[in-house]
């Protein structure tokens, strides 16, 4: 920990942040994933966010710290280790929490040549790998977490941020790819392991206001016994019902959600996806709905 | 009173003098939109500014806060209409009409207080006799006990003025069933029968809520007596909001609410009420009402030390109202709010209980490592 | 003899044939009803415009052709299914 502490400016994602901390781990974080990130003092900012030590004992005995949004503390202090992805769970709770000018969507969503896909997907189904690794071979990424629909439009906007990877999805992304550039791996953690990696520079330079018409939906499977790698088409009724179970504001939007999700699914074809964790295959598979 | 006009007092700023925001910087407006957030006023900013044809002056890059907070309070605004929809269907066989208090006291009077005003419980009076009759039927109805243990039970039955909350199984909402406004064993002792004397029908059909003098002292009641303070700007504008449509809308007003404030027992309350709401929202009380809450007031040495509580308790819990004592300026009310609520030899034990949960809950909480939000 | 007419004002439909995704936004409940539903569902709100009136449940059945007592009883249980959904509103 720093003795005193300092305030950056950056942009996450597409919204202008005002962090304070002293926890060295955080600042290098964003030194190390936000490279390009940082804003001048006089840009306006969307969010205000504290990470800080817990005071007290806490300090002293297994330090923990939290985080705090606008004055408010939204979850249960975290040990110290953890402060950068506590920053990022953070980033994803202000935006899922707040931004109702979207439908936000629990999935990883990605954008090639004007068309995008969208991967929702329980923890486990091998989406975050596949986000990871689609973007290490061309493709932008919208969001590793969170798909943004604008509720007029039915078109999605980006919110590219730091990839978040667990367990052995870390070995594997970086045994797929050399030279990719990731966070200290942080273990322990409710999730596991925890790392995140730095988006590919298409990713993150890019106009904010481009917007894309998703084209595919696909919920990968993975299974390492899986026989078949193959994708299947499903209806868009069922689609519908499970992207409704994974909006985090469906309830809020109420008709406008229903709406914007009939405007997705008016221009989307939807997917079943089976694989055995090949992700070249995984790849080309998903390229395949296209 | 204001006592900078820079953008660190943006939100009082613009609740006392609206009109200041013609002359604000985009980093005013950023300070405002922190300040929104800390205070969960973001939806009651916007309708003041809408109200007040103010809305052009917002930046268009913040434009999307208030836009994106008036959806969630829509929401909510329909969410609880549905609940008081079910809640009147369900008592209805037994003739029980119940009288909302507080937030949604608010929305079926359509008062100014009700305009971006998010809470979590819907709260409904029930004269004491009919309780039982109005627990049951409700449980048959599709609400669920809160699963609360046997101390809870006891402290919420025997002690309280509320039996333990009910949840809908249908819509997750949970009901508060109060048969006073203060509870059973307090120093503050409300006669409850008076109430009932003035209860009045709501706008929304078959619904009923207490005289405006009555649901003013309620919400006094709570805030200036209350235990928490994460939420006590905005129930301090919710006053401010009544105190000002109440007295438009009767002359009669002032009179009406210190004479019932003396009926209840609760001068002290009121006392701090017009204290508060005039030094801190400017809300304008006449010198008369003042003059007769007086005597009411606490012991002149007292004064300066509730003065120096509630000023930092009441003002906004954000980084710029803050300073070094709001935590123990929070915690000496906590323990006031106690010795109000209970006799010395309940509160101790209760109080000692209390500490034991709050010490498991952190261990399990450390040994868990489990973040509030699910929204990882 | 019971008359049929559009439903709720709350509802919206969104048809993704086969299958229709029905959404309640009183109820804020999101229904997804298979294939039988949004054929007969079209051809009865087709008729009911055509018609600028509630539909009685004969003639129904004769829209449907239903002539055995099975394919009339099938006919009654899309429309409960319908009516309690809120597609359709039954009237006495």
Not at chain 1, 166 to 173: L, P
């Amino acid at each position: 920990m720093l003795r005193k502490s300092k305030k950056i400016n950056f942009r996450a994602g597409r919204f202008n942040i005002n962090l304070t901390t002293c926890v060295s781990s955080v600042l290098k974080g964003i030194d190390l994933l936000y490279p390009h990130s940082k804003i001048s003092q006089k840009e306006i900012i969307d969010f205000h966010i504290n990470i800080k030590p817990v005071p007290g004992i806490r300090h002293y005995i297994k330090p923990q710290v939290e985080f705090v949004f606008n004055s408010i503390i939204p979850f249960h202090p975290l040990p110290i280790d953890q402060a950068f992805p506590l920053l990022e769970w953070g980033l994803n709770w202000c935006v899922s929490t707040h931004c109702h000018q979207f439908l936000i969507i629990h999935a990883a969503i990605l954008e090639k040549n004007g068309s995008a896909i969208v991967m929702p997907g329980l923890p486990g189904s091998g989406k975050s790998t596949l986000c990871a690794a689609l973007s290490l071979r061309g493709w932008r990424i919208f969001s590793d977490e969170l798909t943004l629909i604008d509720t007029t439009t039915g078109l999605a906007y980006p919110n590219p941020r730091p990839v978040s990877l667990k367990n052995q999805s870390i070995d594997i992304i970086k045994s797929f790819e050399k030279n990719v550039v990731f966070s200290e791996t942080v273990h322990d953690t409710l999730k596991g392991s925890v790392a995140h990696m730095l988006p590919n520079k298409q990713s993150t330079n890019f106009y904010y206001e481009q917007s894309s018409e998703i084209k595919s939906v696909i919920f990968p499977k993975y299974d390492r016994e899986a026989t078949n790698n193959e994708v299947n088409p499903i209806s868009k009724g069922s689609t519908f019902l499970k992207l409704a179970e994974n909006s985090f504001n469906y309830e809020v939007l109420g008709k406008e959600g229903f709406t914007t999700l009939s405007k997705v699914l008016d221009n989307a074809k939807c997917y079943e996806m089976h694989y055995d964790g090949c992700l070249e295959k995984g790849i080309e598979l998903v390229e395949s709905t296209l | 009173m204001i006592r900078k006009l820079d953008h660190s007092e943006a939100i009082k700023q613009l609740l006392i003098c609206p009109w200041l925001v013609s002359t604000w910087s985009e980093k005013h407006w950023e300070s405002l939109i922190s300040q929104c957030y800390a205070t969960s006023l973001m939806a009651r900013v916007n309708w003041v500014l809408k109200k007040n044809n103010l809305t052009h002056h917002i930046p268009q890059t913040l434009a999307w806060h208030f836009a994106a907070a008036n959806k969630a309070y829509d929401a909510h605004l329909h969410d609880v209409n549905r609940e008081i929809d079910c809640i009147n269907k369900a008592l209805a066989p037994i003739d029980i009409k119940p009288v909302y208090l507080k937030g949604a006291a608010y929305i079926v009077t359509e008062e100014n207080a009700s305009h971006g005003r998010i809470f979590s419980d819907i709260d409904i009076y029930v004269p004491k006799n009919k309780i039982n009759a109005c627990e049951q039927i409700l449980l048959w109805s599709g609400w669920v006990g809160s699963n609360k243990d046997d101390y809870d039970e006891k402290y919420y039955r025997e002690w309280m003025h509320e039996i333990p909350p009910l949840i809908n199984i249908e819509t997750g909402a949970t009901l508060d069933i109060h048969h006073n406004l203060s509870p059973v064993i307090s120093r503050i002792k409300i006669n409850a029968n008076i109430l009932e004397k003035q209860i009045e029908p709501g706008k929304k059909a078959n619904t009923y809520v207490l005289s405006p003098e009555d649901r003013l002292l309620h919400s006094a009641i709570h805030l200036l007596t209350g235990e928490e303070f994460y939420k006590s700007f905005r129930d301090l504008t919710d006053l401010d909001f009544m105190l000002r449509e109440y007295s438009n809308k009767d002359k009669e007003f002032w009179e009406k609410l210190i004479s019932r404030a003396r009926e209840m027992g609760v001068g002290r309350v009121l006392y701090y009420c017009f204290r508060y709401c005039s030094r801190i929202l400017h809300t304008p009380i006449p010198a008369s009402s003042f003059a007769a809450i007086k005597e009411s007031g606490p012991h002149r040495l007292l004064l300066p030390i509730m003065d120096s509580l509630f000023y930092r308790t009441l003002n906004p819990s954000h980084t710029s109202f803050k300073d070094n004592l709001y935590g123990v300026s929070c915690f000496c009310l906590f323990l006031r709010s106690h010795w109000l609520k209970m006799p010395l030899k309940i509160l101790i034990p209760h109080l000692l209980k209390k500490a034991l949960i709050t010490l498991e809950n952190d261990k399990e909480a450390k040994d868990e490592t489990t973040p509030l939000s699910n929204n990882q | 003899m019971q008359h049929w007419t559009k439903g709720d004002v709350n509802i919206c439909v969104y048809e993704c044939e086969p299958e229709m995704v029905v959404y309640d936004s009183y109820l804020k409940k999101t229904h997804l009803l298979p294939s039988p539903y949004l054929d007969f569902y079209s051809r009865l709100v087709k008729c009911i415009k055509e018609n600028s009136s509630p539909l009685t449940t004969d003639e129904i059945f004769e829209l449907e052709g239903c002539n055995t007592t099975e394919s009339k009883e099938k006919t009654v249980n899309l429309l409960k299914s319908l009516s309690d959904i809120g597609l359709i509103t039954s009237l006495k």
